[in-house]
């Protein structure tokens, strides 16, 4: 809100991040943000898992930083690597991506859009009237 409070939005790059695909929907999740104002999302912990990562937030692994990684993602351990086919990793990331591309394209047409904007303050709001007015935004009670 700062930057189009300011006339800078679209001049700042925003980027979202921080439990994006937890709902097992990146593509509603990173929409959302998009209508949020962001330009683009990060995806970490999801490329992880998709390589194999054997943690998940019920129960981490935690090895990352230990060089022994069991699934040979972040290890440099001759044995430990082996367990890594980098080609299927690279099948299943690209894949999940085209299908979540899919999905943003279904969500972004309802509203005009056959493309990712830069920004979408158009669909920003505020509940609190003054800082509606403020930023010249849409205020919801």
Same mark, same amino acid.
């Given at each position: 809100?700062a930057a189009v409070?300011?006339?800078?939005?679209?001049?700042?790059?925003?980027?979202?991040?921080?439990?994006?695909?937890?709902?097992?929907?990146?593509?509603?999740?990173?929409?959302?943000?998009?209508?949020?104002?962001?330009?683009?999302?990060?995806?970490?912990?999801?490329?992880?898992?998709?390589?194999?990562?054997?943690?998940?937030?019920h129960s981490r692994?935690?090895?990352?930083?230990?060089?022994?990684?069991?699934?040979?993602?972040?290890?440099?351990?001759? +044995?430990? @690597?082996? !367990?890594? #086919?980098?080609?299927?990793?690279?099948?299943?990331? =690209?894949?999940?991506? $085209?299908? &979540?591309?899919?999905?943003?394209?279904?969500?972004?047409?309802?509203?005009?859009?056959?493309? +990712?904007? @830069?920004? !979408?303050? #158009?669909?920003?709001?505020?509940?609190?009237?003054? =800082?509606?007015?403020? $930023?010249? &935004?849409?205020?919801?009670?």
């Amino acid at each position: 809100l700062a930057a189009v409070a300011q006339g800078r939005q679209g001049q700042i790059p925003l980027w979202a991040a921080g439990g994006l695909g937890k709902t097992g929907n990146l593509a509603a999740d990173a929409f959302k943000m998009f209508c949020l104002g962001a330009n683009g999302v990060f995806t970490g912990k999801l490329i992880l898992q998709l390589a194999g990562c054997l943690g998940n937030d019920h129960s981490r692994c935690n090895a990352c930083n230990t060089g022994l990684c069991p699934a040979g993602i972040t290890t440099q351990e001759p +044995l430990l @690597v082996r !367990r890594l #086919d980098p080609d299927r990793v690279a099948e299943n990331i =690209v894949n999940y991506f $085209l299908g &979540v591309d899919k999905e943003l394209r279904k969500l972004m047409a309802p509203i005009g859009n056959s493309s +990712l904007p @830069v920004g !979408r303050s #158009d669909c920003l709001i505020s509940t609190d009237k003054a =800082v509606a007015d403020r $930023l010249q &935004v849409q205020y919801v009670c």
